[in-house]
């Protein structure tokens, strides 16, 4: 290497000839020393005493800034690594750095990091071994904080338009709140969540976290069971700006029919199984296995009368089948050989099949439950 015109001002050995600093970066002083004066206060590593990582002791979110983060880790070692790696500062002139780190477990909230490192500067292959005990505290994120306070901003009200919530609408409109919030936390929405589920005779109240999550879930519901909702906001506070702050109830309506009811339309074409609920009624015809829809100008809730439900039918003996328009089965009731009409639906080979009576007829049933089919409409 040449030697330049300039010396060090610190011991006033010639300075070797050093290539200008890339535009936009300031010629230091440390530029200006020997290699021996350089590398003298020379540190390769800018280390902390130690680090302090905040843990959330609910749901093991990290604090970093002002804000809690997830992190994806198998342990607390994981988290110890990541965030020695991002308060770990490397000399801006040093090149090709290259690092490792060696953890030590000191204790349950302690992990010593051995880090070492190696890079080129002013030609020269440095190495620097250093150690940094990295300190896990616990506390509260406010995700968890709002939780474990019992906070909300919304509320959906899940019932049935003049008649009993079932047992499978309750279970469907759970998962669908639950499915699509956890969606939602998997997208890094931290403060998305289900306060809390409430089970009452009418049907569940489900709390959650924000107004536009709760109208998400009951949109999502009535897409899925049908019906409709309305949304109801109540005044309860203003915020620190003085902006008024609304927790919101969405009120939903499922249709008066759920699938799985056999029902009367009093259109003189007989009863029909109820098969799907969104928008209008959908269903099959029993006596002819015909599918059944009603007007749109009906809605979804038609004038029929209920008979009862799938899960009620009995099951009855196949005695014969007449023609493709007539089959032999035991009445349920009285046990005595009836002629009922041959449905598409009925299987001609089966020796029983699920029936109901009603005006004093009998009619057969498919054997699947559409209670417990979803609906994708």
Known sequence: MSQSREFCPRCGDPVPERAEPLPGR???RERKLCDDCYFEDFDLVDVPDRIEVLVCSGCGAVRRGNSWRDVEARDYTDV?????????????????VEWGVEP?????????????????????????????????SRGTCDRC??????????????RADGRDITSRER????????????????????????????ETDDGPNIKISSNGLGQDVATRITERLGGSFESYPTLVTEDTDGNEVYRVTFAIRLPRFAPGEVVDPNDGDGPVLVTGVSKRVRGIRLASGEEYASEFEE??????DRIETHEDAVETTVVTVEDEH???????????????????????????????????????LPDQDPSRIDEDA
């Not at 929405?189 to 589920?197: C, G, Y």
């Not at 809605?299 to 029929?304: D, F, Q, R, T, V």
């Open 104 to 136: 030590e477990q000191v204790d349950e909230n302690t992990i010593r990091m051995h880090c070492h490192f190696s890079g080129i500067v002013r030609g020269t292959l440095r190495e620097e071994s250093v150690t940094v005990p990295v300190k896990i």
């Open 80 to 96: 110890a690594i990541e965030e020695t790696a991002e308060r770990l500062g490397v000399h801006v002139d040093a090149q090709e």
């Open 26 to 28: 300031p010629r230091t």
């Open 145 to 158: 904080g709002h939780i474990a306070g019992g906070y909300y901003a919304a509320i959906v009200q899940v």
């Open 299 to 304: 809605g979804a809730a038609p004038e029929a």
């Open 326 to 364: 007539a089959v032999q089965v035991l009445d349920p009731e009285t046990y005595e050989a009836v002629t009922v009409p041959n449905p598409e639906f009925f299987e001609a080979d089966a020796d029983a099949a699920l029936a109901v009576k009603y005006d004093g007829e009998v009619y057969l």
């Open 171 to 198: 279970q469907r409109a759970i998962e669908i709140a639950r499915s699509h919030v956890a969606a939602q936390e998997e997208k890094g929405d931290r403060e998305a969540f289900i306060t809390e589920i409430d």
